[in-house]
């Protein structure tokens, strides 16, 4: 592993430990050159991805992409990054499985909105924001009436919220 502070090509593992839920491996690394630790993560990859844009360029999936536009869509949410992180270790799972070495960016697009529709419906509105492109306050509209329509009603087992205390009209 390339060390990042000198360039040097060796280094050595100080120390690893299962990262996450399991799926990654976090590794101490020092350099024996210049002395500078750093910290590295593996993960198991089935097969090389890409991306099939809609410009029809092709580009290489990229974890840390798809990581760093959940936090924007999460930004200030109170979701824990471990559940993220797990979001995002299933919808890679989800793309390798499927068997295909190209996916369409719509794909994955689709596989985010499954998930954040799940985590965080806030999020969610962000994200289809981007994504669908959204121009006017009535495409916000359309999509809150969707996911108000998909809440329904108050399951039997949750009770119901008390009701709003009246207040007594002041006098003047």
Do not use: H, W
């Not at 919808?91 to 985590?119: P, T, W």
Request: a positive charge.
């Amino acid at each position: 592993m390339r060390c990042p502070f000198c360039g040097s090509l060796e280094s050595q593992v100080k120390d690893s430990r299962p990262a996450g839920d399991g799926s990654a491996i976090r590794r101490r690394r020092v350099c024996p050159d210049c002395g500078g630790r750093f910290t590295t993560f593996e993960r198991v990859q089935l097969r090389e991805l890409t991306v099939l844009k809609k410009s029809g360029r092709r580009v290489p999936f990229d974890r840390d992409k798809l990581m760093r536009s959940l936090e924007i869509a999460l930004r200030k949410r109170p979701v824990e990054p471990d559940r993220l992180e797990r979001m995002v270790n299933g919808i890679v799972r989800q793309l390798e499985s499927q068997g295909e070495n190209e996916i369409a960016s719509g794909k994955i697009g689709e596989l985010v909105m499954e998930g954040l529709r799940a985590l965080d419906s806030v999020a969610y509105v962000r994200f289809a924001s981007v994504y669908r492109n959204f121009r006017e306050a009535r495409d916000f509209n359309t999509l809150v009436d969707e996911l108000a329509a998909d809440a329904g009603a108050i399951p039997e087992d949750e009770p119901s919220p008390p009701p709003a205390k009246a207040r007594p009209l002041d006098r003047v």
